[in-house]
C-alpha cells in the first residue's frame, strides 16, 4: 500500500485494540509502500481473535508473525524490513489448478540436468500419480465454522510459539495479506503472488485460513480436511505442488502416501519452504 493507506485503515475502527507497534515499510524504496504493521512484543490470541473477527468492517486481516530465531532482536524478516510488496504480481492474475499442475509438472518430472533425486526414487515419492498430474482434489464440506476453527488454532500457535508478534495487513484475507505484506518465505520457488492464489482456492475448497507465517513457514487451519484415502491422496499432491519441501525434507519415508497419512482428518496445514 501507498504511504498513507495502511495509517488511515489501522485509525479505523480497531486502532483503540492495536497494542504498542509500527508500520513496517517495504524493503525496497524509501519508504513509500507501507506493507504491514507490527507489534513490539508477543501476540495474545484474544486480541487476534477480536481483530479476526472485525476484519470484514476493518480491511485488516491479522497475521501471527514468527521470525528466522526468535531472539534476534531484528525479528528477521519482519522486524528487519525484508518484505517486498512491489515485487510481487497479483494473486488475481494466476490461476490455482493452473499453477499447481504446473508445478507438479516441474517436481515430478526428471531434471534434465540431473540432480540427487533420480528418476526411480522420484516415482517412489510420487506414487500412485507418477508424473501425470493427477488433478484438484475435490471440493469439501463441514459443519465446522472456518473461523472459528481459525481463532482455536490462533490460540494453539502461540501456545507453542510464545514469540510470534501480531501482524495486521490491509487485506481480505489471509492469502491475500501474504502478497500485500510482501512475504518472500518461497521466493527460491515462485512468486508470493501464486501461492496467495492456491491458498484462496483452498480457502473456498477447505475452509481454510491463513493463520500463520514466519521467515520461510506457512501456517494454515483447515475446517474441511481430507477423510479419505484417495482424497488425501489428492490433497498430498496438491501440497507437493505447492511446497515439494514438506514431503522432499519432511518425516520419513518421504512418500506422498506417508504424507497423505498424516493430513488425513488434520485440522492444520503447516508448509515450509528451504
Known sequence: MTAGQLTKVLSGRVAHLLPPGRIVPSGEGDGDV???????????????????AEHNRSGLWPLLLDALDPDDGDFRLWGSGEVFPEQMSSPARHDAAGLLAQWWGTYASPDPDGEAIGTEERLSVTAPFGQAWPGLAPVRKTAINPDHLAAEFAQAFLAHHPQARLGPVAA???????TVAGWAGPCNFDDT??????????????????VAVGFDTLHLSVASPPTLEREALLVA?????????NIW???APYTLAAYAEQITGAHRWDFWWD
Open 237 to 245: 499432491a496438491e501440497h507437493f505442488a505447492f511446497c515439494p519441501d
Open 193 to 210: 503472488a501464486k501461492f496467495s492464489t492456491v491458498a484462496q482456492d483452498w480457502e473456498h475448497r477447505f475452509g481454510a485460513r491463513v
Open 249 to 251: 525434507q519432511g518425516s
Open 172 to 178: 481480505t484475507s489471509g492469502a491475500e495479506a501474504l
Open 34 to 52: 507501507e506493507a504491514l504493521w507490527l507489534s513490539d512484543g508477543p501476540a495474545a490470541a484474544e486480541l487476534w481473535t477480536r481483530l479476526h
